[in-house]
């Protein structure tokens, strides 16, 4: 056992000794080349750990602007259930998108729109289409309006209003008009409120326009809901009127909105809206699941997000096969590069490896020397590419498989080609005499030198022939297509 110990510990110093030394003269004597190399792995290492970052950082911003497009079809949305009575639906909407929204984090805060039956309204430019429309939200995203003629309204007084043992009395609420809206009706409410009779055929509803107002914020997603709170809308062709308008109440005044709307239908509708800033494809995909499930389990929550992820995801890896094609092409050239490289640094060094096989090094020896200057210039290449990318695209995440590919070529082609020249230098292999044997051998070489392209080539067109049957993506879930690269 100690004599198995002690030829081990010969062999192995045999193997690595003095290593380090011989690699330091040999690096200096051939930095330049060392140099060139060490840039081009870089260069190769950049490019494969940027670009599948950079195709998921765009993957994340073009949904971001997919989810922003769709608006309410990549939202959450909250019905009443038939049957319910209006108080009844408002508290149940608010309620049950106000949890959903709570439950959700990638959800923005919801807002609830209330609203009734349009009516036609005679207003001084003519009849318009118009509903009384309230809006309420949790304090993130509560619609807000700033007032700029005349005042806010208020609730109105009981004596003015229609009850049960006064029929005779009419049905009022106070509301506001968006300036536009205002200028469109010609309504003026500087000398004080400006009664419109909701229904031109009867006048047991009345709509007191109190003020005019702006809306804070017009490029908020929530107005998205109620357009015709923001400016009034041109309506389709042979409708009761050219316009369509929203008589804004404030939330507070619900009680007479419900008075008012007595009789006509009024609905209640919650939104939550998905959170676009730092949306990434993943978490929409969780977020859209989760909501299905909601829906699968009984509750009143609807959203066609699934079938906009769908359209998304379908040009989405169609862009990320084509991208894995530059990827993997730029991967397949640095790697030959390199391969080329390592071979002209073992062809430099052939007569000091066929020296050394002369003295007695092994291939092993040789092998280890070469790795002893590989893998320090590959660590340190990698160091740099990923540090370089990761502060360049910070939080942004990308399969690394393609650069350890590159890097495992950058380590082995090195060891491999200088292990190769030392066997040949000195591997006791005969060279026949004869002169027609030689050149029957150097042919065999070829003859299988040509087989091997051919099939290369054989492969390669094989490959064309199905992507062109089938297009560039993929028929498996993965991104990268082997044929394609």
Do not use: K
């Amino acid at each position: 056992m100690t004599d198995l110990l002690a030829r081990t510990r010969t062999r192995a110093r045999a193997v690595v000794a003095v290593g380090p030394l011989v690699v330091r003269r040999r690096a200096r004597r051939d930095a330049g080349l060392l140099l060139g190399t060490a840039l081009l792995l870089l260069g190769a290492l950049l490019v494969a750990l940027a670009l599948p970052r950079l195709v998921a950082r765009t993957a994340d911003e073009a949904l971001q602007g997919t989810v922003d497009r769709a608006g309410t079809d990549a939202a959450a949305v909250v019905t009443q259930l038939v049957g319910q009575q209006p108080a009844e639906a408002i508290d149940f909407v608010r309620g049950h998108v106000e949890q959903v929204w709570s439950e959700h984090p990638t959800l923005a805060p919801p807002t609830t729109v209330v609203s009734t039956r349009p009516f036609v309204v005679g207003s001084p430019s003519g009849d318009v289409i118009a509903s009384l429309v309230m809006l309420d939200g949790v304090e993130e995203s509560r619609p807000t309006v700033r007032w700029v003629e005349g005042r806010e309204p208020s609730a109105v007084p009981a004596d003015e209003q229609w009850q049960t043992d006064a029929p005779d009395r009419p049905r009022v609420v106070e509301a506001g008009l968006s300036v536009p809206a205002a200028r469109a009706l010609g309504v003026d409410v500087t000398d004080g409120p400006v009664t419109l009779r909701l229904d031109t055929e009867s006048s047991g509803r009345i709509a007191r326009v109190t003020g005019l107002y702006e809306v804070a914020d017009p490029a908020a997603r929530h107005w998205s809901l109620v357009p015709d709170v923001v400016a009034p809308v041109p309506t389709p062709p042979n409708a009761l009127g050219d316009l369509r308008v929203a008589l804004y109440v404030p939330f507070e005044l619900r009680e007479d909105v419900q008075v008012v709307g007595a009789n006509r239908a009024l609905t209640a509708v919650g939104t939550s809206f998905l959170r676009t800033d730092g949306l990434s494809v993943a978490q929409a995909h969780g977020v859209s699941a989760a909501l299905v499930a909601l829906g699968v389990r009984g509750q009143p929550v609807a959203t066609n997000l699934p079938a906009v992820l769908d359209a998304f995801d379908a040009r989405l890896t169609a862009v990320r096969a084509q991208a894995a094609l530059v990827v993997v092409g730029i991967a397949a050239t640095a790697a030959s590069c390199l391969v080329l490289a390592g071979g002209l640094l073992a062809t430099r060094r052939r007569p000091t490896l066929a020296a050394e096989r002369a003295r007695g090094a092994s291939v092993a020896s040789v092998a280890y020397r070469a790795a002893l200057e590989s893998v320090p210039v590959t660590l340190v290449a990698s160091a740099l590419a990923f540090a370089a990318v990761t502060w360049w695209l910070p939080g942004a995440t990308g399969t690394v498989t393609v650069a350890l590919g590159i890097a495992a070529v950058a380590v082995t082609a090195p060891v491999v080609l200088a292990g190769r020249v030392a066997a040949q230098a000195w591997n006791g292999r005969r060279v026949p005499a004869d002169r027609r044997e030689r050149a029957r051998l150097r042919a065999v070489g070829q003859a299988r030198r040509l087989v091997a392209e051919l099939t290369t080539l054989a492969v390669a067109a094989a490959a064309l022939v199905s992507v062109r049957g089938r297009g560039l993506v993929p028929s498996g879930g993965g991104d990268a297509d082997p044929l394609l690269a």
